[in-house]
């Protein structure tokens, strides 16, 4: 179907506009000036803006076009992202400010970073940073896809969708190369604001056109589709797995490089437990923009593609005025996170791999102009593969939060457990990766989310393996530890610091 | 007594959100527009931050946060 020329010209403006202010947030020559400031903008965020940064990090293009599709499709299993977003904020203000503190106060900029201090560990670090990377470039492909349909609902007929992404892709690199964590984050505001405007219009209107208001459009798929409105008791996708799905994602959400990076820039661990509490509510919008799923499917003609469930209701239901800003707000839900994304997967690969592992003597300022070049080498990679190579993803997409939460015990139980080892731990991500692996190549999940497995088999081997290295470990320290857990060392090495 | 209220604070959300799922997945009442499946999920949206900032309250009357 053709694209509407209003629409698309009001998509364009959108992106280039907020292109814009991404490089106007990086005028100040300070936000290049080290990895601290282009990464996690020098530490310095407060509450409000780590709120949007963090919220403009989860709420992605793929959120809102990925759960209308399986909405579309799979009724209410659609609806465990919301229990799982609302325990992942809920369960990180138990672990979030401590895990701050220990990398504001050791100036770690990344959680394989972390885990090197903790463990004494390169080869922990490494692996962190290899599925840190290796998860999060699928991820990003996602984001790709997700304004890559955008683009051709909105201008087929019109542009070369193909040419468009690439060039809004590499724009967005050379704004993130630029201005750092500053851009994303001043975009991100503009983003957020557009979704929740957007959204609860698109929640509103969308019944009313089609229903005559909510309540009629309730009672219809109450009526008419009812399996929609309930998860299955059992089956391969039954109420076991949406408990697990919902759990297994809370405890990975932290894990993710970008919400790390995100983190990561709050100026006290007061503002985390505060966003703690304000971030759940996020979801109010969320959970109505599922709902949009249900409305696709009730009135779309059979046989549509799900994957464009929400923008084939879009372009059937409004004029181009609102229709270019769904689009554009979608389209930026999917810019903005990669932009972030990208900050975070850089960093993982300048500090954990080059650094680590490849020249430990760099000077800081060639990390910072290595840890800046490799936005173009992720966001690169991402469009080779998301447009050369769509389907060899799907898998590693799939698996991507099964595979994040592995790193969970390292990252934080170590937080808690004084005498946890480096040799168990570093055995157990391995173990949790390959029995998360084994259970999704064979299909044998018995009803349970992947991750799930691979997580239980992850903590067996550490509780079973820990006692053999503890010796060891008991006998050793390192300011991150001692930090953790030597309550006079951290009060006399925080007084130092202030002096 | 504080101890008390702060662990059942901890594993309300968990318990709504997780293990009460099968007891409420189902359609009726419908309530403020919501199957009652969907208005559960909603409610706890608005409880899960009530929990934490109750906690938060709770540890820092007793100095526990720096």
Known sequence: MQGNLTALSITIFIILTVVLIGFLSGRDKKVRSSVEEWSVGGRRFGGLLVWFLVGADLYTAYTFLGLT?????GGSLAFFAIPYSVLAFFISYFFLPKLWKVANHHKLTTLADYARERFDSKLLSILIAIVGVLMLIPYICLQLSGIQDTLQIAGTGFINVKVVVITSF???????????????????????????????FMVVSLPMIHFGGWTPMMDR??????????????????IPWFI???????LA???????????????SADSLRKNAMFLPLYNIVLILVIFLGFIAFLVLPKGTDPRFALLTLIQSSYGGVAQGLAYSTIALASLIPCSIMAIGASNLFANNIYRDWINPKVKPSRLTMITRGMVFVVIGLALLFGLVFPSALVSLQLLGVSGMVQIFPAIVISLFWKNQTREATIIGLLVGLATTFTVYGTGNSYGIYEGFWGLAANFLAIVVLNPLFVKKAKSNTNPVKEFLFNKKAKETSLAKKGA | MKKGILTILVLLPFVAQLALLPFVNKIGPIIFGLPFFHFWLFLWIVLTPLCTYGIYQLQKSKGGLE
């Open chain 1, 69 to 73: 599709s399986t909405a579309y499709t």
């Open chain 1, 244 to 250: 697990t799905a919902s759990l297994v994602s809370a």
């Open chain 1, 253 to 267: 959400l932290f894990m993710w490089a970008h919400a790390a990076t995100g983190v990561f820039t709050a100026k």
């Open chain 1, 170 to 200: 590499l724009l967005v690199a050379l704004y993130t190369f630029f201005s750092g964590i500053k851009g994303p984050t001043y975009t991100a505001i503009i983003k957020d604001v557009l979704v929740w405007a957007i959204m609860l």
């Open chain 1, 221 to 238: 798929i109450v009526k008419e589709a009812p399996q929609l409105l309930t998860i299955p008791t059992d089956g391969p996708k039954g």
